[in-house]
């Protein structure tokens, strides 16, 4: 069935550095989505790329869909702590359910 | 306000105690879907239902248990929980075209 790699497991940046996780696919997917959870939350909807090559921004997040609709990344400028968390993507599937990337932790050095 | 409601937020039950985690979305959303989530697995479908009466397993059914007799609700059922069954677990709703909206958890230990 399809899968969604997601890379890396975890991330350690100063805050001010950037960061950036990245989802792949070895068959065409037909949109991705990205979800935040912050440490003891919920998955929270961020965004959804459907378009070959799209490219989005909320503020300091950037959020691009490969031209081959097989990648994705999710790019943050100049972290701050309130960026903490585990930035997930997933895609859907049939009957629109969720194949989900396993997550990347954005973890602020002290 | 939009939103997924679940309750309990947490709950420590015994081996072998029915017990049902209600979950409730005010959108009229038509897809529903419970998620447990434990360390290092990130999330993992148990159950969902594209509309009213329609559920299908994800990729953990066993020992559990759902239905949905009317579109808002999707309660999730253990008929005799078992310490494995302990996670946090999530309800999500969606209408098709966009992201789901989760609920905010239910931590469930089974001693």
């Known amino acids: 069935g399809q899968q969604v790699m997601q890379i890396p497991q975890y991330q350690h940046v100063q805050e001010g550095e950037d960061f950036t996780t990245y989802c792949n696919s070895s068959?065409?997917?037909?949109?991705i989505q990205w979800y935040k959870q912050r440490p003891g939350g919920h998955p929270v909807f961020l965004i959804q790329?459907?378009?070959s090559g799209e490219v989005k921004k909320q503020k300091r997040l950037t959020f691009q869909f490969g031209e081959a609709k097989k990648n994705s990344s999710l790019h943050i400028t100049a972290t701050q702590t309130t960026d903490v968390g585990t930035y997930f993507c997933?895609?859907?599937?049939?009957?629109?359910?969720?194949?989900w990337g396993a997550g990347t932790k954005l973890i602020i050095k002290p | 306000e939009a939103q997924v409601t679940q309750n309990p937020r947490y709950l420590i039950t015994v081996t072998g105690k029915k017990l049902t985690v209600t979950c409730s979305q005010n959108?009229?959303?038509?897809?529903m879907s419970w998620y447990r989530q434990d360390p290092g697995l990130g999330l993992r479908q148990i159950y969902y239902?594209?509309?009213?009466?329609?559920?299908d397993k994800g990729d953990v059914p066993e020992g559990y248990k759902v239905s949905r007799k009317e579109k808002r609700n999707f309660p999730l059922i253990l008929e005799s929980p078992s310490p494995n069954q302990t996670s946090l677990y999530f309800c999500?709703?969606?209408?098709?075209?966009?992201?789901?909206?989760f609920g905010s958890g239910t931590r469930l230990t089974v001693v």
């Open positions: 999500a709703s969606s209408n098709g075209l966009g992201g789901y909206t």
């Open positions: 068959t065409t997917l037909s949109n």
């Open positions: 790329l459907v378009k």
């Open positions: 239902s594209m509309n009213v009466e329609v559920t």
């Open positions: 959108m009229n959303h038509e897809y």
């Open positions: 997933a895609t859907g599937g049939s009957n629109y359910q969720l194949i």
